[in-house]
């Protein structure tokens, strides 16, 4: 029973445009969302975080948005760049602090 | 600043052999994480150790897996018997603190891919 989903398995933008990654999650005691970023041949670095008491957090061109309601959060991405090609993993604190991930998008930005 | 070491790269094994896998975090890294990734899912914790004591092995089939993390530093992750399912990216990961912060810190290695044929 996946707790995170990640509906899109990929994603493909023009370069310059905004990239929309989407997440869904099924347990309302999540309370701390992270997304991570994985290059081929390299393991998951962490990207941007949120936790549950905000909706939105932004980090250059990087702005999570949470709405807890829907249990739904997405990545947005602007402008998008060719190196920001990649698999993104949406991730789920659960209780004890272990993450629970979705099963990532892969994201090709086109130039 | 040297990152999270893993080896070896790849593996390949027929099932019912056993598999040993290692790693070795940045130095001074007090949490290390053993995931496995299966393809197309997301990783998913196996054991979580603090120093050298276990955190977290609810997710770790016991009857086939085991770990150990010595002195506190390098640790292995070893399969015996491997079956068919257990074909999977298997990433270690450090972090220098714990709890939230030792999840957002967490630097990941390039993981050792096992095929069990």
């Known amino acids: 029973d996946q707790q995170v989903k990640q509906n899109s398995p990929s994603l493909s933008v023009q370069e310059g445009r905004i990239s929309i990654l989407n997440c869904d999650y099924t347990?309302?005691?999540?309370?701390?969302f992270l997304w991570y970023k994985k290059y081929p041949a390299e393991g998951p670095t962490f990207l941007i975080s949120i936790s549950s008491i905000k909706d939105k957090n932004e980090d250059g061109r990087f702005t999570v948005f949470l709405n807890k309601s829907a249990k739904h959060l997405s990545l947005h991405i602007v402008p998008s760049q060719p190196g920001d090609s990649a698999v993104y993993f949406c991730?789920?604190?659960?209780?004890?602090?272990?993450?629970?991930f979705g099963a990532g998008t892969i994201l090709r930005v086109k130039s | 600043e040297a990152g999270v070491a893993q080896s070896p790269r790849y593996k390949i094994i027929e099932k019912r052999q056993s598999v040993a896998f290692w790693c070795n975090p940045i130095?001074?890294?007090?949490?290390l994480y053993w995931y496995q990734q299966i393809l197309g899912q997301g990783p998913k914790l196996l054991i979580q150790f603090q120093n050298n004591g276990v955190v977290d092995d609810s997710q770790l089939p016991k009857d086939r897996f085991s770990a150990e993390r010595l002195k506190g530093v390098d640790s292995t992750l070893k399969i015996q018997p491997a079956k068919l399912e257990d074909s999977a990216v298997y990433l270690c990961?450090?972090?220098?603190?714990?709890?939230?912060?030792?999840?957002?810190?967490?630097?990941f290695g390039q993981g050792t891919r096992l095929t069990v044929v």
């Open positions: 347990n309302s005691m999540f309370d701390y």
């Open positions: 990961a450090s972090s220098l603190g714990w709890g939230l912060a030792g999840v957002t810190e967490a630097f």
């Open positions: 991730a789920a604190l659960e209780y004890g602090n272990k993450l629970v």
């Open positions: 130095s001074g890294h007090a949490t």
